[in-house]
């Protein structure tokens, strides 16, 4: 008795601390940009908001032969887009925007083009300050342009979450 008892506590804590882990980051107004045929790049945007500081260390999509957290700023008069090998720092509580000519998600080698009002797969990796790994899938909607219709300044080419501590 006493062994079901704990086994059933156990079990409650482990359904109670997943779903904790993922509502850490909230993702807002998330979508892609849709591609052209031959197009091999893209970009993903969306809203971050950590409960708690975080940092995005990666991004996968079955989409795309390789996914990055990308960075475009102005340096001097040239504008330079990178990689961002250590991530994405997400301060508790700040919004943190990826947009066009900005923060993004870049999604690369694309095995099919993303055609308007349509999905994709997209899944978020994130590391909290003490070092735990967690992850937050979505269904990232393909669009011309941002909701709302705004379409950004850079050209390249909701969140249903089921997340996985």
Sequence with gaps: MKIKFFAGIVALVALW????LAQNVEVKDAWARATVQGQKATGAFMTLTAKSDTTLVGVASS???VSQVHEMKMDGSVMQMR???D???????KAVALKPGSFHLMLMDLKVPLQKD???PVTLRFKDAKGVESTLDLKVPVSTSAPGGDAGGHQHGMHDAAAKP
């Excluded at 601390?17 to 904790?20: F, K, L, W």
């Design 87 to 93: 991530g994405l720092r997400l301060s508790a509580g």
């Design 63 to 65: 989409v795309a032969g």
């Design 17 to 20: 601390s997943g779903p904790a």
């Design 118 to 120: 349509t999905t994709i």
């Design 83 to 85: 990689a961002l090998p």
